[in-house]
Protein backbone atom coordinates (compact mmCIF):
# COMPACT_ATOMS: atom_id res chain seq x y z
CA UNK A 1 0.00 0.00 0.00
CA UNK A 2 1.04 3.58 -0.62
CA UNK A 3 -0.69 7.01 0.03
CA UNK A 4 0.62 9.42 -2.57
CA UNK A 5 -0.03 13.04 -2.04
CA UNK A 6 0.90 16.11 -5.19
CA UNK A 7 1.81 19.29 -4.40
CA UNK A 8 3.30 22.08 -6.56
CA UNK A 9 -0.21 23.24 -9.03
CA UNK A 10 -1.74 26.44 -9.26
CA UNK A 11 -2.39 29.43 -12.13
CA UNK A 12 0.65 29.64 -14.68
CA UNK A 13 0.19 32.17 -17.66
CA UNK A 14 1.32 30.61 -21.00
CA UNK A 15 4.90 29.50 -21.59
CA UNK A 16 5.56 29.67 -17.76
CA UNK A 17 6.73 26.82 -15.81
CA UNK A 18 5.30 24.04 -12.89
CA UNK A 19 7.22 21.85 -10.94
CA UNK A 20 4.28 19.57 -9.22
CA UNK A 21 5.92 16.88 -6.97
CA UNK A 22 4.22 13.55 -5.58
CA UNK A 23 4.95 12.31 -1.94
CA UNK A 24 4.49 8.63 -1.56
CA UNK A 25 4.04 7.40 2.02
CA UNK A 26 6.46 4.33 3.82
CA UNK A 27 9.70 2.95 2.60
CA UNK A 28 8.47 0.82 -0.29
CA UNK A 29 8.82 4.04 -2.53
CA UNK A 30 11.72 2.44 -5.03
CA UNK A 31 9.55 -0.68 -5.42
CA UNK A 32 6.64 1.29 -7.56
CA UNK A 33 6.13 2.50 -11.47
CA UNK A 34 4.98 6.42 -11.10
CA UNK A 35 3.14 7.94 -13.46
CA UNK A 36 1.69 11.41 -14.05
CA UNK A 37 -2.29 11.51 -16.09
CA UNK A 38 -4.41 14.81 -16.22
CA UNK A 39 -8.00 14.89 -16.57
CA UNK A 40 -9.29 18.23 -17.77
CA UNK A 41 -12.92 19.05 -17.19
CA UNK A 42 -15.26 16.79 -19.85
CA UNK A 43 -12.60 14.54 -21.17
CA UNK A 44 -11.12 11.44 -20.24
CA UNK A 45 -7.71 10.83 -17.86
CA UNK A 46 -4.67 11.17 -19.63
CA UNK A 47 -1.51 9.57 -19.47
CA UNK A 48 1.25 12.16 -19.44
CA UNK A 49 4.22 10.64 -18.28
CA UNK A 50 5.63 7.99 -16.32
CA UNK A 51 8.99 6.42 -15.07
CA UNK A 52 10.49 3.29 -14.26
CA UNK A 53 11.17 2.08 -10.71
CA UNK A 54 15.18 2.81 -10.72
CA UNK A 55 14.62 6.49 -12.55
CA UNK A 56 16.30 4.55 -16.23
CA UNK A 57 13.56 4.52 -18.05
CA UNK A 58 10.51 7.78 -19.14
CA UNK A 59 7.54 7.58 -21.05
CA UNK A 60 5.95 10.48 -22.50
CA UNK A 61 2.99 11.84 -24.05
CA UNK A 62 3.22 12.89 -27.50
CA UNK A 63 1.83 16.28 -26.62
CA UNK A 64 4.14 16.98 -23.88
CA UNK A 65 7.16 15.45 -25.37
CA UNK A 66 10.25 18.30 -25.17
CA UNK A 67 8.61 20.29 -22.60
CA UNK A 68 7.71 18.24 -19.76
CA UNK A 69 10.17 16.08 -17.79
CA UNK A 70 9.20 13.21 -14.85
CA UNK A 71 12.33 12.39 -12.20
CA UNK A 72 12.17 10.54 -9.26
CA UNK A 73 14.36 10.99 -5.96
CA UNK A 74 13.64 7.31 -4.26
CA UNK A 75 15.78 8.53 -0.98
CA UNK A 76 12.99 11.35 -0.78
CA UNK A 77 10.32 9.02 -1.61
CA UNK A 78 9.14 11.70 -4.15
CA UNK A 79 8.21 12.16 -8.14
CA UNK A 80 8.55 15.15 -10.01
CA UNK A 81 7.13 16.63 -13.47
CA UNK A 82 8.54 19.58 -13.69
CA UNK A 83 5.99 21.36 -16.55
CA UNK A 84 7.82 23.90 -19.33
CA UNK A 85 6.53 26.31 -22.00
CA UNK A 86 2.97 25.85 -20.83
CA UNK A 87 0.23 26.11 -22.73
CA UNK A 88 -3.69 26.52 -22.17
CA UNK A 89 -4.17 23.08 -23.19
CA UNK A 90 -2.01 21.57 -20.49
CA UNK A 91 -5.15 22.88 -18.01
CA UNK A 92 -6.56 20.00 -15.82
CA UNK A 93 -5.75 18.18 -13.03
CA UNK A 94 -3.02 16.37 -12.92
CA UNK A 95 -2.34 12.95 -10.61
CA UNK A 96 0.17 10.90 -9.35
CA UNK A 97 -0.16 7.31 -9.64
CA UNK A 98 1.70 4.32 -8.56
CA UNK A 99 1.87 0.50 -9.05
CA UNK A 100 4.38 -2.28 -8.31
CA UNK A 101 4.12 -3.78 -11.57
CA UNK A 102 3.17 -2.04 -15.31
CA UNK A 103 3.21 -4.07 -18.03
CA UNK A 104 1.37 -0.92 -19.61
CA UNK A 105 2.64 2.69 -18.02
CA UNK A 106 0.57 4.48 -20.03
CA UNK A 107 -3.19 3.56 -19.20
CA UNK A 108 -4.70 4.63 -15.97
CA UNK A 109 -6.55 1.24 -15.56
CA UNK A 110 -3.25 -0.27 -15.10
CA UNK A 111 -2.25 1.60 -11.69
CA UNK A 112 -3.62 0.86 -8.61
CA UNK A 113 -2.81 4.11 -6.60
CA UNK A 114 -4.05 7.65 -7.03
CA UNK A 115 -3.42 10.86 -5.33
CA UNK A 116 -5.75 13.26 -4.74
CA UNK A 117 -4.92 15.34 -7.77
CA UNK A 118 -3.42 19.27 -8.11
CA UNK A 119 -5.38 21.64 -10.44
CA UNK A 120 -2.98 23.31 -12.98
CA UNK A 121 -4.53 26.04 -14.44
CA UNK A 122 -2.79 27.98 -17.75
CA UNK A 123 -3.97 31.01 -18.69
CA UNK A 124 -3.00 32.44 -22.14
Known amino acids: QVQLEESGGGLVQAGGSLRLSCVAS????????MGWFRQAPGKEREFVAAISRSGSSTYYADSVKGRFTISRDNAKNTVYLQMNSLKHEDTAVYYC?????????????????WGQGTQVTVSS
Open 26 to 33: GRTFSNYV
Open 97 to 113: AADRGVGAPTIPSRYNY
